[in-house]
């Protein structure tokens, strides 16, 4: 019964924090010992439990993280391309024109191997502290399968990546051709004012203003620009022509130089390579695998203190009807790993880069000699810190470096709940299953006004609720696992040296927030007992809460 009692209580010693962090192990370490544990796991998923606004109504499901990749035009993917279409309507007058790339399909997968290596110290029969390193090495299998559409298509990469001069130029020319007729309007109306020729000459001072206007716009809003020879580039050099045509009907030169279209086509190897794309404006990593090194991740200091112990036994009977206990734990979580980067899109974090604060309390229930349960509740308290981010909508998986600002982070608090129960297959051996519940609700975020980009001046406005978006999370996970250990039958050292091993599958069966992983994890422990000093098996110093 103690051994089973004993096992309750160490075996949800991995899991803790977010998805990857691990916790304050739950086993007091009896006083002289040293306990040194070797924890490794591995995470994989591909899937999340996203959320979506699909004709106005917000849809919250199972999707994959390759769905911010995948569109069946290619616009979603940009958000410039918005802006685009926005001065694309209002150039040609087509209320309802949306532009067509082609279509894109993604695929990503990302998975964690984590190494976490630690010691616990049996201070005193009823205090452990110990400190645990985690070494992760993170990867993302990235795969994009984009299609241009030849026959409905209409927007092609933007000429001022491949012209520039030649859009300066059509530019500059249209600047002078609207300074022309204003000068012209404004000579005209002095003499003139109220005429029928001063009425159409400030009329086409105007509308010269507005398509100028619109189509600097247009060519600086995203990475894309209407196809020459499509019917939106025919319909826009139309309207530029009806305005030519006025202009050299009362008496002016013609504008001279004509629209600069797109003339090559967004391909698979285009999209993957947008981001070191000169003139494109989103400045990182190209879109592609990313295989990443052993770092240290956060590291965890904790402390565990025995509040209750006890038993109940029938008369005559040699083991204990009942044995319980109750515990209480402290954690504090250092911020040494490593936040993902701004530049590199499609990274995994090793660590939060902040410091979280994490108090808990746990007890173990034994019935007879093969029956036990353990539950937990923790609530941890995560500190502000400051860094550097693309403000985003989190559906945008490469938004452009102007975007990138200081701001102070304030993650949420998070709550974690636990329940683990076991069953005595031999004096050695144990199965148990687990049940995790996590909350954290949405965090908060303030621009610091630090900017770092190129001209902070005409750095375009962002709206920092775009980080705050599907930032919290809820999920439930539910996994199987054994555990084998040498500890005899009350959980005193029989042997010099004891140890412990475990292995355990996890799965993310529920869950929601947008950005919540369905997460598989794979993991195995082992843990080795050596007294440095105090007595062998002396007072309650037995390796395992009894």
Not at 269 to 277: E, F, G, I, R, S
């Amino acid at each position: 019964m103690r051994r089973t009692l004993a096992f309750l209580v160490v075996l949800l010693a991995p899991s803790t924090g977010e998805l990857l962090s691990q916790g304050p192990t739950h086993t007091l370490v009896p006083k002289g010992y040293v306990s040194v544990l070797f924890n490794p796991s591995f995470d994989s998923w591909n899937s999340r439990f996203g959320k979506r606004l699909e004709g106005g109504i917000l849809v919250e499901e199972r999707e994959p993280i390759g769905l911010d990749l995948t569109d069946d035009v290619g616009t979603s993917l940009f958000p410039g391309i918005a802006k685009l279409e926005e001065q694309i309507r209002a150039l040609t007058g087509n209320p309802s024109y949306a532009g067509v790339l082609g279509a894109a399909d993604g695929l990503v997968t990302h998975d964690v191997t984590r190494i976490d290596v630690g010691a616990h110290v049996g201070v005193l029969d009823w205090l452990t502290v110990g400190v645990v390193a985690p070494f992760v090495k993170n990867r993302t299998v990235f795969e994009v399968s984009f299609r241009p559409d030849s026959l409905s298509g209409d927007l092609g990469l933007n000429p001022r990546i491949s012209n520039g001069a030649g859009v300066t130029g059509f530019l500059d020319a249209l600047e002078s051709a609207y300074n022309s007729v204003q000068a012209h309007a404004e000579a005209l109306c002095a003499n003139s004012s109220g005429s029928a020729a001063c009425a159409h000459a400030e009329s086409l001072a105007g509308r010269m203003q507005t398509f100028r206007t619109a189509t600097e716009d247009a060519y600086a809003s995203s990475s894309f620009f209407p196809m020459q020879g499509s019917a939106v580039a025919a319909s826009i050099s139309n309207a530029l022509a009806a305005l030519d045509y006025e202009m050299v009907s009362i008496g002016l030169n013609s504008i001279g130089s004509g629209l600069v279209f797109a003339t090559d086509w967004l391909t698979e190897a285009a999209l993957v390579a947008l981001p070191t794309t000169n003139g494109v404006g989103i400045q990182g990593s190209p879109l592609q695998d990313i295989d990443g090194i052993w770092e240290l991740g956060d590291i965890e200091v904790s402390g565990l203190m025995r509040l209750l112990d006890g038993e109940s036994r029938v008369r005559g009977e040699d083991s204990p009807l009942m044995r319980y206990g109750l515990f209480g734990s402290l954690l504090v979580r250092l911020g040494t790993g490593t936040v993902d980067a701004h530049d590199i899109f499609l990274d995994l974090p090793t660590g939060d880069g902040q410091t979280d604060i994490e108090v808990g309390i746990s007890g173990f229930l034994g019935v007879g000699s093969r029956l036990g349960i353990r539950s937990s509740a923790r609530y941890g308290l995560q500190m502000p810190t400051t860094l550097m981010r693309r403000v985003a909508p989190p559906e945008i998986v490469m938004p452009v470096a102007s975007t990138l600002r200081e701001v102070r982070w304030n993650p949420a608090a998070y709550m974690r709940i636990e329940v683990e129960p076991s069953w005595s297959f031999s004096p050695q051996l144990y199965g148990f299953g687990t049940y995790h519940f996590y909350s954290k609700t949405s965090d908060s975020y303030e621009l610091t006004n630090n900017r770092d980009v190129n001209d902070a001046a005409q750095a375009p406005p962002v709206y920092i609720e775009d980080l705050e978006n599907e930032s919290g999370r809820v999920f439930h996970q539910v996994g199987l696992g054994l555990r084998y250990s040498t500890l005899n039958s009350r959980g005193f050292a029989t042997e010099r040296r004891p140890a412990e091993l475990h292995g355990r599958v996890i799965y993310t069966l529920a869950g929601s927030g947008g950005h919540t992983p369905i997460m598989t994890r794979v993991e195995f422990g082992i843990r080795l007992f050596q007294r440095f000093w105090g007595g062998v098996n002396s007072g309650n110093n037995g390796l395992t809460n009894r």
